[in-house]
């Protein structure tokens, strides 16, 4: 049986290859691909069936992207492939999926002279990278006697052979090939043998085992004019001990040495030897070397050769320009952040609730309140399929309940219609929580996107100027809610009233926001702009935001907003322009259409309501690239360099704020402090990020990006010139295989031990800077993910995230207290068990609050929210003022709970006290990792967090049994700690420096060393 891969590159057929065979599965190399956004299919030969390739999550394509191929379903668009990448792809037909990886092929050319050959039927290559078994592998054929061969293997040392018309060339020895630079090229590394690893098994490369290049972050990473960090890497079990000799000027005798310390990369096969250092004043010229040591034997490295005597040091101007300083703010590195969806945090004006969802008003019919006139009459039940009138969802309802206008769409389709639900919530409710915030210990606040959008999401904005008028205000009243706005804004100088003059107080935003497609201001909105900066103004909505903005900074905490600039709705302003001019569009290259065959151009002398029936039916007649698929969010062309100019202002307006400056003072600051960014490997043009960051970090000297990369984002990091950190899935995917997973088979469901869950975190923090580590987001979860109560009662679905519609998949959506074992997610009888979900989930937060990074909370998961992804994870927050109705158990299977919503208060002060503990002691923060322990079979880790003579001592029995006498070691001697999760158990090392102490199941220590004269840092 054989198949084929038919692919579409930018809506339009592209070209056929076939899938080969290899074992169970089929495969195809596609090398230096073309940017664009492709969709497939997989054709059986045998049967001449057409499936296509699918998905339903919304994870984007970084390393590797997974999907399921459906002959029922029709293929989606997947995004994210950039210029010159290749791509593995790999069909299973026993589990109907198919995977995209992305890697580096290696290249190769052959000439069949060099054995004597004039021409070849068949050329086949057979090595130890495809198990001897002879394959074209593929081989192309150029001209004459040369051939060009592609593998598609990891990184290592291979012997291989070629097979030329069935003879074997050359005719004895093996040729060898080296691909990339792993462990495995190296010769293998033996502890105690006195024995250095430096040069490769093949000698004609140059490759070393032993490496520190001062150019690179990897390597040398300056954190202030003080501090350094210091890296070299190694052949993996080869070197005992590592150090480093430093000086400071050349003239100096004074010689500083200092042992590092090791870290793993299991993965590639080599040591890293680590240390961050601080020389108390500023080091403008480092001159050092490093010292290996193995059994008594001592060698020497400068970063060019290996000696055994002492070398010339290697010297480092670091006020050079070459030496780059990677600035990520403090304040990022001592965050407890806390992400908000707007919509479902807390409703706190009604006058602004949405009228209409995500399918526009077209799709509704007018509502029985005066709202209704806020939009012109005409755009009211323009669709084929008018639902009904539109009502906003009950806050307190079971997450099950509908409202008519979800019954009657639902008939017509096979799929939920609650990821369009709207709640309400509003920045009015989310100032009111201000306190609630304050109370928990929040000093950062990333906000889900808030910009104009009909979606309750906002993902997909209509207009990034100007924040959405269900969120601010519907109607305008006229205030300026006490925004100054400085006259010389170069990014919006007049505020709404400015413009409207005595309409300030009677006019609608949802109809001043739309862009006119015909007459003299086609092209503009209601307030005359374009997307020229200079026309820009300030909407009461904007300065709404702005209020809040202040509000945040008066209380203490920073706020980010989400940016998505990969992809606008299928409504944005200049999408709406393109629909409207067609191919003669100034906006038609900010994003990617193909085809304009069927486009009806919308002319001056259509009336208002034409132009908008020819808008709507504009949608279906255009053919465009748009992300994950969705025909609602149509992706832009990265490399236009008006539509980069205008992302650029965008950024700039909302950093710098009304008054058009950064302020001395953050807290009297009235633009936000930086970005999260959605998606962001998924532009062609990776070089807009980093011509963005230099807009960033130039309009506010503190700012922060972090980036949404799911995988090991090296990349995009360590580079120092994209993003400052990530959203740290990669650090929950480990929490989850130590703290959540129960099996003792290996996969995705496997449970960590001890020591494999400190050396996953150790080679994970190889992959970053350390400031990088710093600032990281080590959240609970996300909009993308389910909740991490509920994930502790579905072990069984193991370590992978974002799984799409995971309630339809099975998932145990009951609420995670009452999870029982009849469930074929949960192993665990928690129903009746004595540990409870809830604490696992008080577990993972004392080694959140305690680890490298900033802790993040999804909104609720301190009150104990629960529920599976998309929808699920986004019901709206439990408040204490409200009373829920009871929730019916969600889950497929079922035995017909019935169950109480409610706030867990209890949960709420132990969020609030780990909290206060992590503020009040920047040990955790800025103090060195350091593992103490990990007993494999006790389930059960000890660490320390250390600057100085400031000590904190973590011990987390993660098994379900109570432990006596727990003995470990510390550096101190008879000296006293307290545990401040208790706040009175105290315990004191012995003259040997050991603690012994009682633990129950599941129980977290912070024990803190107290000074001498009983004060604590």
């Not at 040495?257 to 240390?275: M, P």
């Not at 304050?438 to 100007?466: C, M, T």
Request: charged share 30%.
């Amino acid at each position: 049986m054989g198949y084929k891969i038919i692919i579409y590159k930018d809506n339009k057929f592209y070209k056929e290859e076939n899938l080969k065979q290899n074992w169970e599965n089929f495969i195809y190399k596609w090398g230096n691909i073309e940017p664009g956004s492709y969709f497939f299919e997989i054709k059986n030969e045998e049967t001449d069936a057409i499936s296509g390739v699918t998905y339903s999550h919304t994870a984007p394509f970084a390393k590797r992207f997974e999907a399921v191929v459906d002959e029922d379903l029709p293929p989606k668009s997947i995004t994210g492939f950039q210029k010159g990448i290749d791509i593995y792809v790999e069909y299973y037909p026993s589990k109907k999926t198919i995977s995209f990886t992305k890697m580096k092929f290696y290249r190769m050319n052959l000439d069949i002279a060099d054995f004597g050959l004039e021409k070849a039927d068949k050329v086949e290559i057979a090595g130890n990278f495809n198990n001897w078994k002879p394959d074209t592998e593929p081989i192309y054929h150029f001209e004459g006697t040369n051939y060009e061969v592609i593998l598609a293997s990891p990184e290592g040392v291979y012997e291989y052979k070629y097979l030329i018309d069935g003879k074997w060339y050359p005719e004895n020895e093996n040729k060898k090939l080296i691909v990339g630079e792993n462990g495995a090229l190296f010769p293998q590394g033996d502890l105690g043998t006195g024995k250095f690893v430096y040069e490769a098994i093949d000698k004609n490369t140059n490759l070393k085992a032993i490496v520190h290049n001062y150019d690179s972050l990897q390597y040398f990473n300056k954190l202030s004019d003080n501090e350094y960090e210091f890296k070299i890497r190694t052949q993996m079990n080869d070197v005992e001990r590592a150090y480093i000799s430093v000086v400071l000027h050349e003239e100096d005798n004074y010689e500083m040495i200092y042992e590092l310390e090791r870290y793993q990369d299991k993965t590639n096969g080599f040591d890293y030897f680590e240390r961050i250092i601080n020389f108390g004043k500023e080091a403008k010229k480092l001159l050092y070397y490093f010292i290996l040591e193995d059994n008594g034997s001592r060698a020497y490295f400068n970063g060019k050769t290996l000696s055994y005597s002492k070398p010339k040091r290697l010297v480092v101007n670091t006020t050079s320009k070459d030496i780059q300083l990677f600035d990520v703010p403090n304040w990022a590195k001592e965050a407890i952040w806390y992400n908000i969806f707007p919509d479902r945090f807390y409703n706190g004006n009604h006058y602004n609730d949405p009228i209409f969802n995500e399918f526009g008003p077209e799709a509704f019919k007018p509502n029985r309140l005066h709202e209704q006139n806020f939009i012109e009459d005409y755009k009211w039940e323009k669709s084929n399929n008018v639902i009904s009138q539109f009502d906003r969802n009950r806050w307190t309802s079971d997450f099950r309940e509908q409202v008519i206008w979800e019954k009657l769409g639902e008939r017509e389709i096979d799929y939920s219609l609650k990821y369009a639900r709207m709640y309400g919530g509003d920045l009015q409710g989310i100032k009111e929580k201000i306190p609630y915030m304050k109370e928990l210990g929040i000093n950062a606040v990333w906000l889900n996107p808030v910009f104009f959008s009909y979606q309750n999401h906002k993902y997909g904005a209509n207009d990034f100027r100007h924040i959405s008028p269900d969120f601010g205000t519907i109607k305008t009243s006229g205030k300026t809610h006490g925004v100054e706005i400085n006259k010389n804004n170069k990014y919006g100088n007049k505020s709404y009233v400015d413009v409207l003059g005595n309409k300030a107080s009677t006019s609608s935003e949802l109809k001043l926001l739309e862009v006119n497609l015909n007459g003299k201001n086609r092209g503009k909105n209601g307030y005359g702009e374009t997307e020229d900066p200079s026309t820009w103004i300030w909407t009461e909505s904007d300065l709404i935001m702005v209020d809040l903005i202040k509000e945040f900074h008066k209380n203490g905490i920073r706020v980010i907003f989400d940016g998505v600039f990969n992809h606008s709705s299928s409504e944005h302003w200049t999408f709406n322009m393109v629909l409207a001019d067609g191919e003669n569009s100034k906006y038609k290259d900010w994003y990617k259409f193909t085809d304009f065959g069927q486009h009806v151009p919308i002319t001056d002398e259509m009336s208002d309501e034409q132009a908008y029936e020819t808008l709507i039916a504009n949608r279906k007649r255009t053919i465009y690239n748009a992300w994950g698929g969705f025909d609602s969010l149509p992706e832009f062309n990265s490399f236009n360099q008006e539509y980069k100019e205008y992302i650029f202002n965008i950024t700039r307006k909302w950093m710098y704020g009304p008054d058009g400056k950064e302020s001395e003072n953050w807290m009297e600051d009235d633009g936000i402090d930086g970005w999260r960014l959605d998606v962001p490997n998924c532009l062609e043009n990776q070089n807009f990020w980093n011509e963005w960051r230099e807009v960033v970090k130039g309009s506010k000297k503190d700012s922060y990006i972090t980036a949404e990369l799911w995988g090991n984002a090296a990349g995009d990091i360590n580079g120092g010139n994209k993003f400052d950190t990530v959203m740290n899935y990669e650090w929950l995917k480990t929490v989850i295989g130590f703290f959540i997973n129960q099996s003792r088979e290996g996969g995705v469901r496997y449970k960590l031990k001890a020591q494999d869950f400190f050396n996953e975190l150790r080679e994970k923090r190889t992959w970053y800077p350390y400031q990088a580590l710093q600032a990281s987001q080590n959240l609970n979860g996300s909009h993308d993910t389910d909740r991490l109560y509920s994930r502790i009662v579905n072990d069984v679905l193991g370590r992978n995230l974002e799984e799409g519609k995971q309630l339809e998949k099975g998932y145990n959506g009951i609420r995670p207290d009452l999870a029982s074992n009849y469930h074929p997610n949960t192993t665990i009888d928690w129903r009746n068990s004595q540990i409870k979900p809830k604490d696992i989930l008080k577990l993972i937060s004392v080694f959140q609050m305690t680890y490298i990074g900033a802790p993040m909370l999804f909104y609720g998961d301190e009150v104990g929210m629960w529920g599976a992804t998309d929808p699920y994870c986004r019901k709206p927050m439990l408040w204490k003022e409200y009373l829920y109705d009871d929730e019916k158990n969600p889950s497929h299977i079922n035995q017909n709970e019935v169950y109480q919503q409610k706030v867990d208060s209890d949960l709420f002060e132990w969020y609030k006290k780990l909290i206060r503990i992590r503020l009040e002691n920047k040990t955790l923060v800025y103090g060195k990792f350091r593992e103490i322990m990990a007993d494999n079979e006790k389930d059960l880790i000890v660490y320390e967090r250390v600057i100085e003579d400031n000590s904190i001592i973590v011990v987390i029995n993660n098994s379900f049994n109570d432990w006596e006498n727990v003995e470990f070691e510390t550096h101190y001697q008879d000296e006293r700690f307290i545990d401040l999760v208790t706040e009175g158990r105290t315990f004191r090392t012995s003259s040997n420096g050991k603690i012994k102490l009682n633990i129950k199941a599941k129980e977290g220590m912070i024990l803190r060393k107290v000074r001498i004269d009983g004060d604590y840092e």
